[in-house]
């Protein structure tokens, strides 16, 4: 048995809380993958290209949305 799986170690807390922040990490790396794939330019174009300022344009004025900031609240 893993001390992490031992209810009666001492660090048991510290591992339940390592594995939530863990799936809060993964629940906003999703949230913003669904964010990014969803808007007009879901990959910046190259600097070269003639897209590339309306693409920086675009994201510069794209309004983050608030549930970041709450599973990233859950983070720390």
Not at 20 to 32: F, K, M, V
Not at 34 to 62: G, M, S, T
Request: glycine residues 4%; aromatic residues 14%; contains cysteine.
């Amino acid at each position: 048995m893993l001390w992490k799986d031992d209810l009666t170690h001492p660090f048991v807390g510290i591992a339940t809380k390592l594995e939530r922040t863990y799936q809060n990490i993964l629940n906003l790396q999703g949230e913003i993958d669904v964010f990014f794939k969803e808007c007009k330019y879901p990959i910046v174009p190259n600097p070269h290209a003639q897209e590339w300022q309306d693409a920086v344009d675009y994201h510069r004025d794209l309004a983050i949305p608030v549930r970041f900031s709450v599973l990233f609240a859950g983070l720390i």
